[in-house]
Structure formats: structure tokens, C-alpha cells
């Protein structure tokens, strides 16, 4: 994919097919990026803006996601409130139904509130996730019940035990967990296809699909566009995978 987006224009095409360029080019890049397009077309420039709306959609999406599902699954798991291994059951039941099914209902919803169109209905669907909660919850379970008691007795309450003793016991699991959601938003291509009609409002995914209807044959610029959005998530994951490795593999707590 690399080799290819420097490849010259065309030269990917012919045969027998080369695997490195004849000579490296910026020009798929350039274009991409930076290069107005003709009078009347819906881009002042290809891609910026899609990367820039898909940043802020992802950031939001997993700060929004961390606030409402860790809590929450911290409640599950330690916490005893009536209903909660019923709703607990429910949560699970859902995960069987497939999110395409609710896309329908949901569209409908989202316009009589009037969110169509807009990044808050791309935003809000995906901000309490049940798997979210249910990983957070498992994690949980983990730490012992004798820590938070003996928090109890000494007098903290509820926000303060979850700040200051279990938060920092999950750090790992919320990092990956943050990776996880930031991953989601970022890749997700039907449903802000659904719900986006501006094409100014457009998240990279479906920018790049825009793209790639235009520009089918030009595989050196495709390959261009599929670096561009794959760059920041690898560079992100990079970053992190220290924590992303303790938090799948660390199966107890210490402490």
C-alpha cells in the first residue's frame, strides 16, 4: 500500500506489475491533500477536512464513551442495586441482535429530534456500548471486594473510592478500552453514510468512498488515501501499546 501510493500515476497498472516505483512521487499525496479541485466540485481540498471532522468525531466519541461506560460498568460489578442482574441479562441478550437492525428505528428517531445531519447523530449511538461496559465490568470483578469495604469503613464514598482506588487499578483496561472506541469511530463507515448528507460534514471513511467513485482507476491515489486514514490509528496504537498489552493480558489485580 506504502509502495504503491509513491508509485507514479498509472504505474501500478502495468504489466508486468512493478514492486517499487520507478522513481518516488509526492504527487498522489499532493493531490489528495492539498490540490483545489475543479469549480462547482464539493471538496476545496480532497481530504482535509474529512480527516479533521473523523479526529474530532473519534476524540469526542471515546471521552463521552469512557465517562458514561466506565462508571457504569464499575456499578455492575461492584455495586448492589435492585434489577442489576436482570439488566445485566438484558445487556447481554442485545449483544445477539445486530446493529444493522437498529439502524432503521434509530434513523427515524434521530430524525424527529432532529440530529440528522449532524455530528452529534453520528456521535450519540455509539457512546454507551454494551460490550464497553460488560469489558469494564469483567475487569472489575477482579479487584478485591475487601479493598473497597475497608475504603468503606474508613469513610469514602462512592466517587471516592471509584477515583482514587478503582480508576487507578483499571488504568490499563481504560486505555485499551479508549483505543478500542477511538478505533470504532474512527473506522466506521455505514452509519455516518446514513445519517450525513453534507458532504462537507463527511467523516474520512465515507470521504475516501466519495473518492474512490471518482477516481476508480487511479489505485496509486486510492492506496495514497488508504495511508492517510490508516497512518494515525497505527501511530496511536503504537503509542500505546505498552498499556493495550497489559490491559487484554493482565488477568488479576495486585495490590
Known amino acids: 500500500m506504502v509502495v504503491v501510493s509513491f508509485m507514479p500515476r498509472g504505474e501500478s497498472s ?34 482535509v477536512p474529512a480527516l479533521l471532522n473523523s479526529l474530532g468525531i473519534a476524540a469526542i466519541s471515546t471521552i463521552l464513551g469512557l465517562l458514561l461506560t466506565v462508571p457504569a460498568g ?9 434489577g442489576r442482574e436482570r ?50 465490568r469483567q475487569a472489575t470483578l477482579a479487584i478485591p471486594d475487601e479493598m473497597i469495604d475497608a475504603a468503606r469503613i474508613d469513610g469514602a464514598g462512592e466517587a471516592r473510592i471509584f477515583v482514587s482506588i478503582v480508576l487507578p487499578l483499571l488504568t490499563p483496561i481504560v486505555v485499551t478500552l479508549a483505543l478500542f472506541m477511538f478505533l470504532g469511530s474512527w473506522n466506521d463507515f455505514l452509519w455516518p453514510l446514513i445519517v450525513l448528507a453534507d458532504q462537507h460534514l463527511y467523516t474520512l471513511p465515507v470521504a475516501v468512498a466519495a473518492i474512490a467513485r471518482e477516481h476508480a482507476a487511479d489505485g496509486e491515489l486510492m492506496m495514497a488515501a488508504a495511508v492517510v486514514t490508516t497512518m494515525p490509528v497505527l501511530l496511536l496504537f503504537l503509542a500505546l501499546q505498552r498499556y493495550y498489552l497489559t490491559g487484554l493480558l493482565g488477568g488479576s489485580v495486585k495490590g
Open 14 to 47: 502495468t504489466l508486468p506489475t512493478p514492486l517499487w516505483p520507478s522513481r518516488w512521487s509526492w504527487e498522489n499525496y499532493y493531490e489528495l491533500l492539498f490540490r483545489r479541485q475543479i469549480e462547482g466540485a464539493w471538496w476545496d481540498y480532497r481530504i
Open 87 to 136: 439488566l445485566l441479562q438484558w445487556l447481554i441478550a442485545s449483544l445477539v441482535v445486530p446493529g444493522q437492525v437498529a439502524m432503521l428505528p434509530l434513523f427515524l428517531i434521530f430524525k424527529e429530534l432532529g440530529l440528522v445531519n449532524s455530528y452529534a447523530g453520528v456521535i450519540l449511538p455509539g457512546l454507551a456500548g454494551i460490550f464497553a461496559i460488560l469489558f469494564v
Open 74 to 82: 464499575y456499578a455492575y460489578a461492584k455495586l448492589r442495586f435492585r
